[in-house]
């Protein structure tokens, strides 16, 4: 096959940065002080470029960009452009063998958006178009990983988003005394009214606390209990799907199709939660999603928002993209242009590619690189009284 040095690869860059977030994120699974934010750039034999990312709450940024430097990047050299499938396959069964998703999977991500980025600039579309999205804007909703909070400070973080014009709302549950979740939610459905709210558990319970703890909290009338299970016990999420008075959503902790239909087939979820990044790329989210479809499920497109608003509009019933407090590029510092909700709402990009311009010099001062030593935080340490 014939390729056009218009749309060849010629060389390409991996970098990480470790940002410290505005304020340390707490959950029942982690506390985390800093995203790691792992930017891969393609160049094309005429010079055009594109970059895409992929990014860690803190935790093996370092090993996904040596694994995309060392292995991934080099696969691609004088390959076109538009044969962006193959390339995927092929990027993924590599990186793949060592281990289904997680680093693999964010690895494939940062090449996977950074061709979608250049398809879209050869094109001179967004790519939100190319992959057949209509809106102009979308929804999103409030989120934040509070788990540490006071019951005073959450009450004062969700009566600031509500007044900044949100209508939809996550809080994060899983407290030790069950009472004290309780007591939290309460504090906040009293905020928010009967606006839509979600809970978050961040895999915090086993089966029987699971199904002690949704029944509690079912009498607040959320529209999910979010990851009550650990993501590998896909029958307990089932038996618990089957008999839980609120639906159940997951998918973040999930990064392989085969591994979401298996929730999908056995009927372990109501909303389906992947993270386009923990995926493998913009390629791989849309096809689990087309899966959700098929099984009639809603999609609810997990974190990542200058990635998740990219996908969504172009999925039919696709719930409102999560805007997590903090975790934006913007609200981070690192970038010149990207996704900026305001009033509940997020304008889309008309720009072709992906619509985001990264701010290298902020960057440059959270450079990372193998052989740094990184200190993992303790939950546990942050958690304040009621």
Not at 267 to 290: D, R, T
Not at 326 to 345: C, H, N, Y
Request: proline residues 6%; charged residues 20%.
């Amino acid at each position: 096959m014939s390729h056009d040095m218009s749309s060849r690869i010629a060389g390409f860059n991996v970098s990480v940065f470790r940002v410290p977030l505005p304020a340390p994120w707490v959950s029942a699974a982690h506390a985390i002080t800093h995203h790691e934010h792992i930017l891969v750039t393609l160049t094309l034999e005429n010079g055009l470029s594109g970059t895409g990312w992929s990014s860690t709450m803190g935790n093996a940024g370092i090993a996904i960009a040596a694994l995309a430097q060392s292995y991934l990047g080099p696969m691609l050299i004088g390959q076109d452009v538009h044969d962006h499938e193959a390339l995927w396959q092929a990027i993924w069964k590599r990186s793949h063998q060592p281990g289904p998703g997680g680093i693999a999977a964010l690895a494939v991500a940062g090449f996977d958006l950074a061709l979608w980025d250049l398809r879209g600039k050869l094109a001179g579309l967004p790519v939100r178009r190319l992959i057949g999205s209509a809106a102009d804007s979308l929804e999103v909703y409030a989120s934040a990983v509070n788990l540490h909070l006071s019951e005073a400070a959450l009450v004062e973080q969700t009566r600031a988003f509500l007044d900044a014009g949100n209508r939809l709302f996550k809080i994060k549950v899983g407290r030790p005394d069950l009472e004290d979740d309780l007591s939290r939610i309460a504090a906040v459905r009293k905020v928010i009214g009967s606006r839509p709210l979600m809970l978050d558990a961040n895999q915090r319970f086993k089966p029987g606390d699971a199904l002690r703890r949704v029944t509690a909290y079912a009498r607040f009338d959320p529209v999910w209990m979010e990851e009550p299970l650990a993501p590998s016990d896909v029958d307990g999420h089932a038996r618990l799907a089957a008999v839980s008075p609120t639906p159940i959503a997951l998918g973040e902790e999930v990064s392989t199709r085969s591994s979401f239909w298996r929730y999908v087939s056995s009927g372990a979820v109501h909303y389906l939660q992947p993270n386009v990044l923990k995926v493998g790329g913009i390629s791989e989210w849309l096809k689990i999603a087309h899966l959700g479809n098929c099984a009639n499920l809603t999609i609810a497109p997990h974190g990542a928002l200058e990635a998740s608003i990219i996908v969504a509009g172009a999925i039919p019933g696709c719930y409102p993209v999560e805007n997590i407090e903090g975790g934006s590029f913007l609200e981070q510092g690192i970038a010149q242009v990207a996704a900026k909700p305001e009033r509940g709402r997020v304008i889309l990009s008309e720009a072709p590619g992906l619509g985001v311009e990264f701010d290298r010099a902020a960057l440059a001062d959270h450079a990372a690189s193998p052989g740094d030593h990184v200190p993992l935080p303790d939950p546990a340490a942050y958690y304040a009284g009621k």
